[in-house]
Every structure is written in structure tokens, then in C-alpha cells.
């Protein structure tokens, strides 16, 4: 129950690695300017509180949560679907909570196999090959976990979503000015942008935001990132490497390009787009130099594993979602 | 994907067509409209017809009627292909006062009740057919046109009789023209004949007169010994570029005496114009009614150019036309409408080695035998064996080689028999040899032409029906020393036939130019797999190619006698003067459009066009589509990583929407 | 009486060739199975790998893709950019558990309806063996998939037995 009268703020992480809320604490004093304009009600890397704390809190009492993580099992759901309850303004953040990330590369595999290689390492004690299950009975009682979907699932595809924000993790300039477009907005001075809009990116793709040269695209073989001494001035696509820059929304500053290395795509499609995979396939591929099938297989095997570099951020945020294995379970 | 966003906002109407029988006979089309009535209401449709003839008078009245008095926004059409009646339907919505556009024709006819057995799954898959239009239909947007003004000069490719028929019929009307001719000579392989059949005209008779007209016409520039190089632009507004190699001979000063080529020393064999049975100087006109007139230097073969020495020419010409020092040049000129009239090669026997050309010195290609003939050819017009000597007592032809036969080209060139026939009066003509012709079918179709088959016959020609298996100088029997025996099976005899001969002649077929499908991308146009041009309708346009402004004449686009070269060179230039007569043209508002904000610059996009349609601008790290030249294929649409190009008639909305119809994901 | 599974087959046409030689078997009135239907594109070249990826997830059970013969394309040669993109989708879904031979890149010209026709033929009867595809859709999985959940997530496994208390 806040008595400071300052609107209230959630974060939460479902099925995520942290990097969001260090982003978010990237902010460095900015950091003061949330506290001073918002009350944190919720914040399990932050501050204690209890699911109940927030159960108990009147429908639509917190303003904006910042919602980062998969959905991956159905505490994840529960607590999306409770917030979304308690809530005004949920933004999807970061690209787990936005198409999946890297949770949702398990999308790949059935669930048997996951635990399989998760239970059964080199260097795992488990004689009896106990895999982890929901429900259990104990002397003291019954104990549950929760309970694993065979789908990881983005987060508006169990509610729904006022607004996106992108990057693995949204970058800290972004996320200052979000904040700072929210106050303003608090203080009247403007107006949040249409419900499902994409917020603290750009309009296009990470190639508008860099400096690299580019030229026409012809190429004749793909290459690792190990394979080649990149020249930094010129565009790493053209250098063989695939870079998910032209396929990539843009806000990032295009930092992994700045710094050498092609961009994986951690902020999901452009605008309007529906499957970053199959744009980012249709554009590597209309630039094969090569008109001869065979000669576009080969060309292709430079390209070892598609599934996983065309969709290593936006699987289960993709038209196909996963892999027939995994919704199959087989 | 599908989204309800306009579903409140249209009023579809669905118009299903019995086309009598054809669609009703197999799809219940009542059924069918009460259905899109019933379950795509939701969707937007508030009137669902069936009606018999939907591409009559009255059927498209129906449309018109409804759009007026229903307030309808967009308008299905279920009958036959697009391709027959799109245009019907769109002009009637038009009528009916809305963007011609916002109408689509989903097939079922073609592609349902003409395809399919099962009434049932027929009538399930036109509801998901028309289902599919009428998401579709929901996206479509209201386009107009583009115009675009006509140049009133036209460039012809190819100097041979169809294009010089083609500009004799635009220089004529009072319109710019230019010709472009790879060898010095206009003329082509007309120029090359002795007598054309049927009326055995003096080929030279017929056509040096119409190559001097076309030479001295005040509206024809003419560029031989030139190539076009690069095509840029669109229809009504193309911009060529040629090159002019250097004939070595300044054209100015020239004055087509011939003393350079009386006096130059050195003598080179003439594999062109004499098919390799003569020789001619190294400079040289290829024959002496060339057009122009000007001579060039082979640069390979003079001893100037090679060795420093001689130049004869250069001393004796009263003029100072030679020039050495001579340059290529490039011409840049604009033009509105193109005619490529590029002609064909002759089929190269030596490929077929059981019939010996190349190997026994008396078998002859169709084209070494018409200089024979020719009264100004190697042997005078004397019809004699290699050694320049000896008449032949027994003479073979043989039809269709290399035509009709998978094992070099599938298809008949059309004019072999007609040429055989004439080879084999020509003989009879000029000797009193025996004369064999070895044919398959004999195709004499068009007019006088079975007539002088009648004549031929009629001189006690001698005609084997059968493929020839092979040409031989290995004698077995007697009476085959020293001869050419023709092996071949008779097929009307029933019996293998061995025929000693002095001469064989082989008719060769045609083929397409070797750099046909080079010429072709040039120009935007494609190539059949047999590689002649593509026109734009097999029957109903044999002229036009499905690039608007390209045209076609002449044995390019597929083999044909002189007067259909003749007929096709006018109906292109007949095409083209109405073109030029409208001053603008129409063109399809299909586009493709890039969004300046959503691109990032990556030029990704930048060559794929075909077209050069997309440039990109190095200030704003941008790329655009030139929509004129835009052909509307969708290849950039699709390619673009940043989803910033769109497409006009084939939106990825208008798409994706057509797709949830099909698959039925909206309906009721 | 179990009914026979019919697949739902979309095909893309372009506009120059393959519709035409879909036209031309409807004229010519050759015979193919009703499971296909088809959507008009002005050239495989426009084929987007998203319509392909929207018909599998829409409730496809196969995709074919057809367009002018190489070298033959209307557009000179964007067909050679289909097949680029094809070959990639194919090897992306292959690793997505689609089978390969769900999909199909077929080229037909104007005149080749009977083979067209043929095509369509063969290729329904291929998928009809391959059996529904049935992706789920909107994400997640069937409801005949909570059973798998739970089989995945609480395998028949023996319990561990009590820990022996270690006598002294």
C-alpha cells in the first residue's frame, strides 16, 4: 500500500539471464530519476516482496511494470498473466519477453532431450537418472515446481501487451530515454505513443546506424567469424560473415558492428515485420552469387546451422513459434 | 495475420459466373454464392450473385448496378483466368465508379472446374478460392496508371530484310529511325542468295534496291559495322548507346571508289558473306551492292596493323579516306521504341559427323551452295565440285539437318524444304545431274509454294522419303568409287537405299544467333528454350515481347520465309507508328516502392533488379525504385531484410491476406 | 470409417509461366487432384519465405513453389533468386521438423500444363503419405500435446529409494 502517492513501478524477470535489470541499473544516476518519480513495488533483484504482496494490490494500480524473461513454464504464465491484472502499462522487455531470445532456442529440441543432456553430464551425479518433476510427496508433504512447457512462448503470446521494447538487453540509453518519456508523460508534457507500439528503438535497421562502407551484395561463400581478419571499414556481410544488421531493428548505435564483431540480431525485426528469420534469410540468399544449384548448396554448407543463426533471438517469436520435435514432444 | 481492421469498413460484392457449363457443370455455384453471402459477411461481402455469363453486357451490369446502389467499395469476381477477363471486370467496376483496382478475378474455372472430377471438393475449393479474393480484395488500394510520353525515334537491330522492312515502313510515315548493323553491310543473309523461291526472284534483284533506300533515306542514320552496347530507360523513353568500330575509313571522304580494295595485296579467306568459298581483301565491302558503301579494314589481317608495313590503301585512295589512327566510337541517342531484328545463323553440319561436311570435300552446306549459285560467288554461278571444275552427274540434298531431331534442335526451320526444292531446280537448271532430295515430311504450306513442289517433281527429281543415316566415301559395291554414297532407309519403299553421288548438299536448319541470350538480357526480353526471342502471345502477338517497347521482326523470333519477315518487319513498325502516334502509353501500376525512412541503406536490394530500376544515393545511404523502369516483379519486395520496399497489386498484406482465404482461417 | 487424409497443398504461380501453364491445363482440361490451391505472384522472385512460413503455420500440409524454367523468366532472372531463397528455407525448415518433402520448387512454362498437372499429382500424393503437418498455432502446442508435456515432465521413473540409515 504506497502512502507516498508517486505512481508504482514493477520489473519483473521470468525466464531470463539478468541482463535486463543490469541494463536498467546501466542507467547509473538516472537511476535516482525512476525513484524520485516512481514508487518500486515489485522488483525481485531489487527489493523483497512476495507474489501475494502483489496479488493483493488493486487491479491496474501499477502504472508501468517492465516485464523481461520467456514465458517457459507456468509460474512464468502465472505471474505475466497476474501483472498484466495489476497493471496499466506492460512493456514486453528485452528480447526474451519480445520474441523469445535465448530461452527459446530450447524450441528447438523436445522436452525428453532437454533433460536428457541437462541431467545426464559428464560431470552430473545421478545414478538413478532422476529427471525433475512438477510434483513430489514427501514425508512434510507435497512439494511443486513449476512446471515446464514443451514451448517457450513470448510474453503476448499468454497476454496482452501495451508496448515492446527490444534488445538483448535494450541498451541503457534507450531505456533513460523511455524513462524519460514516461515522466514527461506523468507531467502532461506528452503523449505515450499507440498501445502495441515499439518504444526505445529506431525506425529502421542496425545498417542505418552504421559507419561501415557498403557496397552491391554478391557473395560467393559464407564464412565463420573465426575464419576471416575482418577489415573494419567495410560491411561485414559483404565480407562473407553474416551480419543480422540489415534485418535488425535499430536504437543499438550498431555497437557490435563498431566493435568488429557482426550483429546476431538481438533487437528483433523491423518494423512491421512479421518473421525476422525469413527476411533475414530471403535477403542472405537473393545475394548468393550463383544461379547453379549445386553451386548454391555448397555455397549454402557455409551456412552450418540456419534454424539457429536466422532465429537465434526470435524463435518462439516467429511465424513457426518451434521445432515439430518440440511441440510434438518426440 | 488477417485482422479485422477493415472488415467493418468495406462492402464486398461476390459475383460467381456459371460460364454456362463450364463452372456450373462441376461447381455448385448457387451454393457457392449463398455460402460467401452467408459465411463472408463477417468479412466485409453484403452481396453474393451467381449469374450465367458474368463477362456479358449484362453480367457486368449486375456489378455496376450494385456498386452504385449498394454503396459497394470492393468487388470478387469467381469465373475465368485473369488473363482473359480481368481487364473486362476492372473497366466495369470503372463503369460502376470505383478504382478499377479495387476488383480481383479469382479463377475457378481454369483452375477448378476445368482441372478437377470431384463436384464436391470442386465446390469446397471455390469457397476457399473466393474466400481468398475477397480477403485479398480487402487490401487492395485505388492505383492509377502510369503515362509515359513516346520518342518519336525507333532504333532497329539488324539490317537483314526484316529490318529493313520494318524501316522503310517508320522512315516512310516521316519518323526518326536508327539502324544498327553488326557487319558493314546492311543485307543480312538475303544478300547472300542467289534466287528466293518461289518465283525465283533475283535475291540481290529484290532486295538491293530496297537496301539503297533505306541507305539514302533522310530519316534513317545508319550504324553498321556497330553494336548496341547498353539499354537504359523504359518503354516510350530508352536511352542506347552504340559503339562504332573503326572501319579504319573516314565515311566522310569516302566516296566507294574500290581502288583501296583493287590494290590492297593481301587476300584473306571469306568466312562471312562467301561462307568461307572465296576470298576477299583485308579491306573490303562484303559484296559489291553493300550498303553502306564504305569499306572497312580487317585489323587482324592487315599488314599495317600487324607488321607496320604496306598500306597500299592509304597511297592510292584519291580521297584520304584511310585512317589509321581511327578510334571506336560510343553514340548515346534517345529512342521510344526498339525492334530487334537480329536474324539467325545457320546450323553447323559439322556437329552431325556421319553426314561429312568438313571431311569429304563434296558435301556442301545449304549457304556454300546459294554462292555457288550466285552469279557473283565464287564460281560465277557455275554449280560445280570443290575442284572449281567438275559438273555433277548426281546430286543429293538432304532436308532437316540439324532441325527436327532431339539430338540438336527439336523444331522445323520452316524453310529448308522450300530451299531444297529450289536447290534441286537450280540443278537442273544449271546441269542435267540427277537430283535426289531426302526429306521427312516436304512442308511447301504457304502460296505458289506446292506449286513449285509440283514443278520440281515435275523435272523428274527424284524424292527418298527417309532420314539419311550417313554420307560416305567408303565404297562397297561397284559404281560407289570415287563417289559420295548416301545411306538412307526409304521408308515408302520399305528398303535401305545406298545412292552414289557427286555432290550432297545438307540443308541446314536455323539457329538461333550464338549470342542470342547475351542480345536478349541487353534488351529485357527473354529467350524460349530453343532460344529465339519470346513474343508476347504465340498467336495473337507475334510482334511484341512482354517487355513494353521491345518489339520483334524476322527470323529472331522464330524461322519464317522472306514475305512473313517481311509482314512481321511492317506489323512492328505498324505497332510502333501507332505508339508513336499516341505520344504516350499506359503502363501497369504495378511498382514496387521504397520506404526512405524504413531503409536502412544496406543495397541488399541494389542488384537484383533486372531493370536497373533501384539506384542508390550515396548522401542520404538510400536506395530508390525508378517506377517507370519498376517492372513490377517483387523481387526486391520480398528480398529486403528491413521489410522497407512495398509493392503495389501484390502487397505482402494483399498476399498473406489471400492466403488466410485460402486456408480458410476467417470464415464463419 | 476413417476418411481418407486429404492434404491442403498452396501453390505460388508467377504470373508469366506457371499460372499460365495451370491456365493451360484447365484448358486443355487435364485432370489433377482438388487438395491444391493457388496463389497468383507476378514472379517467383516474389516469392517471401514469410508466405511460405504462413501456410505451413496456417494449416498447410505442403507448399509448392513454381515459376519460369531458368533462363526463361519474364523478368530475365529473378526465378534464380526463388531458387536461392528456396534451397535456404528448405534447409531452415528441415532443422524446424518439416520434412523436406512438404516442399516443392517446380518450374513449368506457359505451354507445359500436362506437366504442371503432373506435378501437382505426384507431389499431393507425396504429402498425403507424409500426413497432416498440423502446426499448432498461435505458438505453443496442441492440446493432445499436455499429455506429452506430462509424459516429458514426469517420466515413468522408479522413485529413489529411501537413503539406508547408516548403522553405526
New interface residues.
Given amino acids: 500500500m504506497s502512502t507516498n502517492g508517486k505512481p508504482k513501478f514493477a520489473m519483473y524477470w521470468a525466464a531470463s539471464c539478468g541482463g535486463c535489470e543490469i541494463a536498467v541499473l546501466n542507467i547509473h544516476e538516472k537511476i535516482l530519476d525512476v525513484d524520485a518519480n516512481f514508487e518500486v513495488v515489485f522488483w525481485p533483484v531489487a527489493m523483497d516482496a512476495k507474489y501475494k504482496d502483489v496479488e493483493a494490490m488493486e487491479d491496474g494500480s501499477i502504472l508501468l511494470t517492465l516485464f523481461n524473461g520467456a514465458i517457459r513454464n507456468d509460474e512464468n504464465e502465472h505471474i505475466a498473466k497476474l501483472l498484466r491484472q495489476k497493471t496499466k502499462i506492460l512493456v514486453a522487455f528485452g528480447s526474451c519477453a519480445n520474441e523469445g531470445c535465448m530461452p527459446a532456442l530450447a524450441n528447438?529440441s523436445?522436452?525428453?532431450e532437454i533433460?536428457d543432456v541437462a541431467y545426464h553430464t559428464i560431470s552430473t551425479d545421478n545414478p538413478?537418472?532422476?529427471?525433475?518433476?512438477?510434483h513430489y510427496t514427501v514425508p512434510e508433504g507435497e512439494i511443486s515446481i513449476p512446471?515446464?512447457?514443451?514451448?517457450v512462448?513470448?510474453l503476448d503470446?499468454v497476454v496482452d501487451v501495451d508496448y515492446y521494447m527490444p534488445g538483448c538487453p535494450p541498451e541503457s540509453h534507450q531505456i533513460a530515454a523511455v524513462i524519460d518519456l514516461v515522466i514527461q508523460v506523468l507531467q502532461g508534457r506528452a503523449e505515450l505513443p499507440p498501445k502495441g507500439s515499439v518504444i526505445g528503438a529506431g525506425?529502421?535497421?542496425?545498417?542505418?546506424e552504421c559507419k561501415r562502407t557498403?557496397?552491391?551484395?554478391?557473395i560467393k561463400e559464407f564464412k565463420r567469424i573465426q575464419e576471416v581478419m575482418l577489415d573494419p571499414q567495410l560491411?561485414i556481410?559483404e565480407q562473407g560473415v553474416i551480419c543480422s544488421?540489415?534485418?535488425t531493428r535499430?536504437g543499438c548505435t550498431a555497437l557490435c558492428p563498431t566493435a568488429g564483431a557482426p550483429c546476431i540480431g538481438c533487437y528483433g525485426?523491423?518494423?512491421?515485420?512479421?518473421?525476422f528469420?525469413?527476411?533475414?534469410?530471403?535477403?542472405?540468399?537473393?545475394?548468393?552469387d550463383?544461379?547453379d544449384?549445386t553451386e548454391?548448396?555448397h555455397i549454402?554448407d557455409g551456412?552450418p546451422?540456419?534454424?539457429g543463426m536466422?532465429?537465434r533471438f526470435n524463435l518462439?517469436g516467429?511465424?513457426?513459434?518451434?521445432?515439430?520435435?518440440?511441440?510434438?514432444?518426440? | 495475420m488477417s485482422s479485422d481492421e477493415h472488415a467493418p469498413q468495406e462492402r464486398v460484392g461476390v459475383y460467381v459466373c456459371h460460364c454456362g457449363t463450364n463452372i456450373a457443370g462441376i461447381v455448385d455455384v448457387e451454393n457457392v454464392s449463398k455460402w460467401a453471402g452467408e459465411h463472408l459477411k463477417s468479412r466485409g461481402v453484403v452481396i453474393a450473385r451467381d449469374y450465367k455469363f458474368m463477362c456479358s453486357s449484362l453480367g457486368q451490369e449486375l456489378i455496376e448496378k450494385d456498386i452504385k446502389e449498394l454503396g459497394l467499395t470492393r468487388v470478387v469476381v469467381a469465373a475465368c483466368s485473369p488473363h482473359l477477363h480481368e481487364k473486362t471486370f476492372r473497366t466495369a467496376t470503372a463503369r460502376g465508379g470505383l478504382n478499377p483496382y479495387f476488383c480481383e478475378l479469382v479463377s475457378i474455372r481454369e483452375q477448378v472446374s476445368w482441372v478437377h472430377t470431384d463436384k464436391a471438393a470442386a465446390t469446397a475449393k471455390s469457397k476457399a478460392v473466393i474466400a481468398g479474393g475477397v480477403e485479398r480484395v480487402l487490401y487492395h488500394e485505388a492505383l492509377e496508371p502510369l503515362h509515359v510520353p513516346i520518342h518519336p525515334a525507333t532504333l532497329i537491330v539488324g539490317g537483314g530484310i526484316a529490318g529493313i522492312s520494318a524501316a522503310l515502313e517508320i522512315a516512310d510515315a516521316g519518323f526518326p529511325v536508327y539502324m544498327v548493323e553488326r557487319e558493314p553491310s546492311i543485307g543480312g543473309h538475303m544478300a547472300q542468295f542467289d534466287k528466293t523461291f518461289p518465283t525465283m526472284d533475283c535475291s540481290a534483284c529484290i532486295l538491293t534496291p530496297k537496301m539503297v533506300s533505306v541507305g539514302t533515306h533522310p530519316h534513317v542514320t545508319m550504324l553498321s559495322w556497330s553494336e548496341v552496347t547498353k539499354v537504359d530507360g523504359y518503354v516510350g523513353n530508352f536511352t542506347v548507346t552504340v559503339r562504332k568500330k573503326p572501319r579504319y575509313v573516314n565515311t566522310e571522304l569516302c566516296t566507294g571508289c574500290g581502288i583501296c580494295q583493287e590494290k590492297c595485296p593481301k587476300k584473306v579467306i571469306d568466312d562471312i558473306f562467301e561462307a568461307g568459298l572465296s576470298y576477299r581483301k583485308v579491306v573490303y565491302t562484303p559484296f559489291p551492292q553493300a550498303v553502306p558503301k564504305y569499306p572497312v579494314i580487317d585489323r587482324e589481317n592487315c599488314t599495317y596493323f600487324q607488321k607496320g608495313t604496306c598500306k597500299a590503301c592509304e597511297k592510292f585512295c584519291p580521297t584520304n579516306a584511310i585512317d589509321f589512327n581511327q578510334k571506336e566510337e560510343y553514340v548515346t541517342f534517345p529512342v521510344g521504341n526498339i525492334i530487334l531484328a537480329t536474324g539467325f545463323e545457320p546450323f553447323d553440319p559439322r556437329r552431325i559427323p556421319q553426314y561429312g561436311y568438313g571431311r569429304l570435300a563434296n558435301v556442301f552446306t545449304s549457304l556454300e551452295f546459294e554462292r555457288l549459285c550466285n552469279a557473283a560467288g565464287p564460281t560465277q554461278g557455275k554449280v560445280v565440285l570443290r575442284d572449281g571444275v567438275t559438273q555433277p552427274k548426281a546430286v543429293g540434298i538432304i532436308h532437316c539437318v540439324g532441325s527436327r531431331d532431339r539430338n540438336y534442335n527439336n523444331y522445323c526451320s520452316v524453310i529448308c524444304c522450300m530451299q531444297s526444292l529450289k536447290f534441286a531446280h537450280l540443278v537442273h537448271e544449271r546441269t542435267g545431274a540427277d537430283v535426289y532430295n531426302f526429306y521427312i515430311d516436304i512442308r511447301t504450306a504457304f502460296k505458289d509454294y506446292d506449286e513449285f513442289y509440283q514443278r520440281v517433281l515435275e523435272e523428274g527429281t527424284h524424292f527418298v522419303r527417309g532420314k539419311v543415316a550417313e554420307v560416305t566415301d567408303a565404297a562397297r559395291e561397284p559404281g560407289e568409287e570415287g563417289k559420295l554414297i548416301v545411306q538412307v532407309e526409304d521408308t515408302l519403299l520399305g528398303k535401305q537405299r545406298r545412292i552414289p553421288l557427286d555432290m550432297v548438299i545438307l540443308s541446314a536448319g536455323l539457329e538461333p544467333r550464338h549470342d542470342a541470350k547475351e542480345t536478349a538480357k541487353l534488351f529485357g526480353i527473354s529467350c524460349s528454350s530453343a532460344g529465339w526471342y519470346i513474343e508476347k502471345h504465340p498467336k495473337l502477338d507475334p510482334v511484341a515481347t512482354l517487355t513494353e517497347g521491345i518489339f520483334l521482326a524476322g527470323v529472331a523470333q522464330g524461322p519464317k520465309d522472306i514475305p512473313a519477315c517481311v509482314a512481321q518487319g511492317a506489323a512492328a513498325a505498324a505497332r510502333v507508328l501507332g505508339r508513336i502516334e499516341q505520344k504516350e502509353i499506359e503502363l501497369e501500376p504495378i511498382r514496387a516502392t521504397v520506404d526512405a525512412d524504413k531503409c536502412s541503406g544496406c543495397r541488399i536490394c541494389n542488384d537484383l533488379c533486372p531493370f536497373t530500376a533501384i539506384s542508390f544515393h550515396e548522401d542520404t545511404m538510400v536506395s530508390e525504385i525508378n517506377p517507370a523502369l519498376c517492372q513490377g516483379c517483387g523481387t526486391c519486395v520480398a528480398a529486403c531484410p528491413a521489410g522497407a520496399i512495398s509493392g503495389t497489386g501484390f502487397s505482402d498484406k494483399q498476399v498473406l491476406a489471400q492466403l488466410d482465404g485460402l486456408l480458410m482461417l476467417n470464415v464463419a | 470409417m476413417i476418411e481418407p487424409f486429404e492434404p491442403l497443398i498452396i501453390g505460388f504461380t508467377c504470373n508469366w509461366c506457371s499460372y499460365r501453364a495451370a491456365d493451360m491445363a484447365g484448358i486443355s482440361r487435364i485432370k489433377y487432384p482438388p487438395n491444391i490451391r493457388l496463389i497468383r505472384l507476378m514472379c517467383s522472385g516474389r516469392l517471401d519465405p514469410t508466405f511460405v512460413l504462413k501456410a505451413l503455420a496456417g494449416g498447410a500440409d505442403g507448399v509448392m513453389v513454381t515459376g519460369c524454367h531458368p533462363g526463361d523468366c519474364h523478368y530475365v532472372d529473378q526465378n534464380y533468386k526463388a531458387l536461392r531463397r528456396f534451397l535456404l528455407l528448405k534447409r531452415t525448415l528441415t532443422q524446424l521438423g518439416v520434412e523436406p518433402e512438404r516442399l516443392k520448387l517446380y518450374w513449368a512454362s506457359a505451354a507445359e500444363g500436362i506437366y504442371l498437372a503432373q506435378a501437382i499429382t505426384e507431389f499431393t500424393e507425396q504429402v498425403r503419405t507424409l500426413g497432416p503437418l498440423h502446426w499448432p498455432r498461435n505458438g505453443g502446442f496442441h492440446e493432445e500435446g499436455k499429455e506429452l508435456v506430462a509424459a516429458a515432465v514426469n517420466p515413468v521413473v522408479a522413485l529413489p529409494q529411501q537413503p539406508e540409515e547408516v548403522k553405526e
Wanted: contains cysteine; glycine residues 4%.
Fill in positions: 528447438l523436445p522436452l525428453h533433460f538413478q537418472g532422476i529427471h525433475p518433476e512438477p512446471t515446464l512447457y514443451p514451448v512462448k513470448t503470446q525506425n529502421s535497421t542496425v545498417c542505418d557498403r557496397n552491391v551484395k554478391n560491411c556481410l544488421g540489415p534485418a535499430s525485426p523491423a518494423a512491421d515485420v512479421l518473421d528469420g525469413a527476411r533475414l534469410m530471403t535477403a542472405v540468399a537473393s545475394v548468393i550463383s544461379n544449384p548454391i548448396e549454402l551456412i546451422d540456419p534454424a536466422f532465429y518462439a516467429s511465424v513457426l513459434h518451434s521445432s515439430k520435435s518440440a511441440w510434438e514432444g518426440k
